[in-house]
């Protein structure tokens, strides 16, 4: 079975606060993608990473950035928290090709305050 | 209008129904399709990939027709276990993914 581990399931920080939220996998996956998820609004593509190092945006981007230093580790960062980022942040990753699901860990419930 | 489109519900069913909910999808040349299950406060969890000739895995049932573009989920004997949120989820190609916003399904004593 595909294993995607997320750092934490709860946080709290503060506004303005540098977040970093961690993801890992243990399947080789090439592909790994940062969703938000939120009433009402379902999951949205903040980035993705097809390769060691190689980040894209995705829908909406600004207020993060992203780390893949190496292929089994996906990074999320909020460079300066701010209280409309409170959410739920979910990892995924997949392997490169047609029909190939994405496989997601835990989430991790962000809360700024 | 939204890339993936499903009724949000919800759908309030007895145990032992049969409940089918249906996904439109707006790109004509999406090439992969899945539907996700996802409980309260969950991550979504893969149920089956959609193929075009259709498949079936147990109670569950998915098809894809792509000239009315839409696919559909089939439950039969609705179990209470099967409460949850069901997502519609196409790739249109390349990394791009859409997932749907849900559809909610409650299955009743």
């Known amino acids: 079975d595909v294993k995607v581990t997320q750092s934490s399931r709860y946080l709290v920080k503060r506004t303005g606060e540098k977040v970093f939220l961690e993801c890992v996998q243990d399947?080789?996956?090439?592909?790994m993608f940062w969703y938000r998820q939120d009433p009402g609004l379902g999951l949205r593509l903040i980035y993705f990473?097809?390769?060691?190092?190689?980040?894209e945006k995705g829908d909406i981007p600004e207020g993060y950035s992203v780390s893949r230093e190496k292929k089994e580790r996906f990074s999320l960062i909020l460079e300066s928290a701010s209280t409309n980022q409170t959410s739920m942040y979910l990892c995924?990753?997949?392997?490169?090709?047609?029909?190939?699901?994405?496989?997601f860990g835990d989430g991790t419930r962000l809360s700024i305050l | 209008r939204k890339e993936v489109e499903q009724d949000p519900g919800p759908f309030n069913v007895p145990e032992g129904a049969t409940v089918a909910f249906n996904c439109t999808y707006s790109?004509?040349?999406?090439?992969?399709f899945f539907w996700y299950r996802q409980d309260c406060r969950k991550e979504p969890k893969l149920l089956m990939s959609?193929?075009?000739s259709g498949n079936e895995d147990g109670r569950f049932t998915a098809q894809l027709n792509r000239a009315s573009q839409y696919i559909s989920l089939l439950i039969r004997d609705s179990k209470l276990s099967d409460s949850a949120t069901y997502l519609c989820?196409?790739?249109?190609?390349?990394?791009?993914?859409?997932f749907g916003a849900g559809t909610r399904l409650f299955v009743k004593a």
């Open positions: 995924a990753s997949s392997l490169t090709g047609r029909n190939q699901p994405q496989h």
């Open positions: 399947m080789d996956h090439e592909n």
């Open positions: 990473s097809y390769d060691v190092k190689m980040k």
């Open positions: 790109n004509s040349a999406s090439q992969s």
């Open positions: 959609v193929y075009s």
């Open positions: 989820v196409v790739t249109p190609g390349g990394f791009k993914t859409i």
